[in-house]
């Protein structure tokens, strides 16, 4: 097995075209056809992982949080990530990370932390624009529905918990082949031609639009398959910052935080002041989530869990709303067992390790 078929899994439920665009996802250091001995599960690269890569014979390890957000000028070992990078080329250690493109789905770093608080009727907290197109394309009636089923198989046409999903409407079609044409009805440089054709629409996610269109044409029985793909602002439910779901039953604030506390290991929570009123709906979003305050409010939740508040950010929640800060590395700690359920449910037999560094950087003096 090669690091490219493990990296291919991790981005079919984390395509890399949905990380935000300050991002650096994908292998950071090494070869994606390398035989894999080993790999490697941690939140964050250290020199401490890296040792303990070398240690567990493990040569490719997968992170949350990518070793390289821009480019190194100089690879002399000034810093721990110049000295990682070392390290790693010289030990044929591949790196890769999954980052915002795994925070961005719904079953992603945010279903996570849901998990562990028990929250059900959960959905995406700020679903994303600008992830959706229409895609039209004209069929002759007898094969509509072969064309259909074959895009459909593709991927084409998930709404939310619906798949299958399209519109068709019947037209008349026309066309004139011209010499060097080989056409389905008709013959080349003859006269216009005229079908019975069905217009199909479905919708299409970024990351399935090369699969679609090519299955759209390996279906198709004419030459030129007419077709329309259009970028659409719709938001799509399944791609998105944060989560915000529900307890089964409501729960005073001190007994959530201290549940909170306990089911994510926090060694204390920054929060604002308290309410006085019940728990039930929660927001969460793994690492820096301060951006999605007013999205938390927006749905009504009471209460919104994230990390890296500032001073004067905790003062925007105006009593409307309980911020609870538990800390970056407390709120995606859990995330390398995402990979290992993934992973050893596509290759069972294969050694996954979940990684014994602490990456926190961050000590308590208590």
Known sequence: MQVK????????????VYQESYDNCGIQVGDSNMDVTGVLLTLDVTEEVIEEAITRNCNLIVAHHPLLFSGLKKIAGRNYVERIVIKAIKNDITIYAAHTNLDNMLDGVNDKIAEKLGLIN?????????????????????????VRDAMFAAGAGSIGNYTECSFSVNG????????????????????????????????????????????????????????ELIPISNTNQQIGAGIVGELAAPMNEQDFLQLLKTKMKAEGIRHTQLSGRAIQ????????????????????????????????????????????????????????????????????????LLSNVLTNPVKYFR
């Open 281 to 352: 709906k929660v927001a969460v979003c793994g690492g820096s989530g301060s951006f999605l305050l007013h999205d938390a409010i927006g749905a009504k939740a009471d209460i919104f869990i994230t990390a890296d508040f500032k001073y004067h950010q905790f003062f925007d929640a105006e009593g409307r709303i309980v911020i609870a800060d538990i800390g970056h590395y407390e709120s995606e700690q859990f995330t390398p067992e995402i990979f290992e359920m993934v992973l050893k449910k596509k290759f069972p037999n294969f050694a996954f």
């Open 122 to 146: 959960k959905r995406i907290l700020a679903p994303k624009p600008n992830t959706l197109s229409k895609l039209y394309t004209y069929a002759p009636l007898n094969i509509a529905d072969k």
């Open 5 to 16: 078929d493990i990296t291919s899994v991790i981005e079919s439920i984390a395509p890399l």
């Open 172 to 227: 008349m079609g026309s066309f004139r082949p011209m010499a060097n044409a080989r056409p389905a009805i008709g013959q080349a440089g003859g006269a216009r031609e005229t079908d019975n054709e069905v217009k199909i629409e479905v919708l299409v996610t970024k990351h399935k639009e090369r699969e679609v269109l090519a299955a759209m044409r390996s279906a198709h029985l004419y030459e030129e398959v007419a077709y």
